[in-house]
């Protein structure tokens, strides 16, 4: 008997037996991140690589024809100093503030008797849903035909049957940044509205029995069972509907095409400065500091809501 031999036979395993196990242990993970590298190294490079090149840029002064000059935190001081930035940073929170409770209670408020629904319950489910899976520039653009003053504009034109005066709409500083964001909450609605009904039929169905037999009402069962029940999926919806609106942006270019952002910047949001900066005066670097605020405020903001919401021990 070999000395191997008898170390397996104390051990009562056969000789070599462990040795065998890490290696296809071994194997095992590097079969995994064989398939992990490929995907991993591609998100890299068109996420992390672009993110930090961002972060770099934002220090320098560079327009695109001449090498990037290193200049230190002077596009931060002449952002920080402009008063265009501040304004666009409160529209930017209007947004933020006004759309995304609206549209999640809206959502919540259709998808809760909506899932009550039995007839016709697909059609009208899809029809909801429609608006997500249309382009946003094509909606964009109907909804800016909807504003348009009469005989053009159907809402004025019911206005109009209904002796309400006509509304200026986009063309008006006090009213056109609610009239987008009108159009970007029901843009959204639909994917909230899938959402919330998938976290309502989630919920089993004994609870309600329960609190039924114990003589709970309609209110008391709301309050008591679903929207506790439905706090990851709020919190999900909350999270994700909030980044949109910080950065939207189609809605407002499309809708204000030949003043993008207008009337008198009343409705441009961070995203569009930071395009008109990078791309009609060529300012990379100062562009690139914009998009260094925005992406802290997107973390900032997510971080703020995922504390605020998370679940109490």
Known sequence: MTATDQQ?????????????RLSMRTKRLLWIWSFLAIPILFYSIIRFYPTLQAFYLSFTNWDLLRPAKFIGVTNYVK???????????????AYLIVGTP???????????????????????????????LTTAAA??????????????????????????????????????????????????????????????????????????????????ILRKITLPLLKPTTVFLVVFSSIGFLRIFDQVYNMTTNDPGGPLGSTKPLVLMIYQTAFNSYAMGYAAAQTVVLFTILLVVSLIQ??????KK
Not at 8 to 20: E, H, M, T
Not at 82 to 91: L, S
Request: proline fraction near 6%; avoid cysteine; hydrophobic fraction near 55%.
């Open 79 to 93: 952002l920080f100093k402009d008063p265009q930035f501040w304004k666009v940073f409160k529209n930017t929170f």
């Open 306 to 311: 995922l504390w605020v919401l998370r679940e």
């Open 8 to 20: 397996g036979a104390v051990s009562g395993r056969p000789g070599g037996s462990s040795g065998d």
């Open 102 to 132: 609206i549209s999640l209670v809206l959502a919540f408020v259709i998808a809760f008797y909506l899932d009550r629904v039995r007839i016709l319950h697909g059609f009208i489910r899809a029809l909801y849903f429609l608006p997500y």
């Open 139 to 220: 909606m964009a653009w109907v909804w800016r035909w909807f504003y348009q003053p009469p005989p053009i504009g159907i809402i004025n034109d019911v206005f109009a049957i209904l002796g309400i005066p006509q509304q200026p709409f986009i063309r008006s500083t006090d009213q056109a940044l609610y009239s987008i964001m009108v159009t970007a909450i029901w843009a959204g609605l639909g994917f909230q509205i899938i959402i919330f009904m998938a976290g309502l039929r989630a919920i089993p169905t004994t609870f309600y029995e329960a609190a039924r037999i114990d003589g709970l009402g309609e209110w008391a």
